[in-house]
T-cell receptor
């Protein structure tokens, strides 16, 4: 069974630039969530994609956007980068969808984004 | 506003000690509570607690959910240096698109 993978591992950008982060979900999982984890904080929910549709969104501005592809992999795009966007970006996958079924989320290793 | 609070924020113990980590929550429409261990980057899943499963145990780790007190504890007995990590507590509400609400984490350091 293949786990959740993310790329790139590290990334350095400057203010105002745009960035795309990628995530491959665990085999058999159709739901992907993205989280932002600032240093010393717990992860903050950005959004979730289920079968290529956005299924829920946290308190992040529209410059944070995403996509999910037919193979359930996903991208997180951030436009007009700000210094505060520097964080570890985590992707998590689960086999969600069945009502009443509990499915734990499995996390990838994350992408460390630094905005200068 | 929904929130999850963990305590203590950091803890230093010696090998062999027993530790208890705390998590309290104020979340509308509670569905489940999850514990994760984060060593370097990826949080790894430990336990999920729900209304139908309020106590879980795996080896030296155990966790209990108290739905009346809106809290949970994670116990680690006979700690080892490999237990050093950040322990994250998260709550999943119903009908919020799979969102997990995380606490700040407890940083545990186990000294030899």
């Amino acid at each position: 069974e293949t786990g959740v993978t993310q790329s790139p591992t590290h990334l350095i950008k400057t203010r105002g630039q745009q960035v795309t982060l990628r995530c491959s979900s665990q085999s058999g999982h159709n739901t992907v969530s993205w989280y932002q984890q600032a240093l010393g904080q717990g992860p903050q929910f950005i959004f979730q994609y289920y079968r290529e549709e956005e299924n829920g969104r946290g308190n992040f501005p529209p410059r944070f956007s995403g996509l999910q592809f037919p193979n359930y992999s996903s991208e997180l795009n951030v436009n007009a980068l700000e210094l505060d966007d520097s964080a570890l970006y985590l992707c998590a996958s689960t086999s969600g969808g069945l009502a009443g079924q509990y499915n734990e989320q499995f996390f990838g290793p994350g992408t460390r984004l630094t905005v200068l | 506003e929904d929130k999850v609070v963990q305590s203590p924020l950091s803890l230093v113990v010696h090998e062999g000690d027993t530790v208890t980590l705390n998590c309290s929550y104020e979340v509308t429409n509670f569905r489940s509570l999850l514990w994760y261990k984060q060593e370097k980057k990826a949080p790894t899943f430990l336990f999920m607690l729900t209304s139908s499963g309020i106590e879980k145990k795996s080896g030296r780790l155990s966790s209990i959910l108290d739905k009346k007190e809106l809290s949970s504890i994670l116990n680690i007995t006979a700690t080892q240096t490999g237990d050093s990590a950040i322990y994250l507590c998260a709550v999943e509400p119903y009908n919020q698109g799979g969102k997990l609400i995380f606490g700040q984490g407890t940083e545990l350091s186990v000294k030899p």
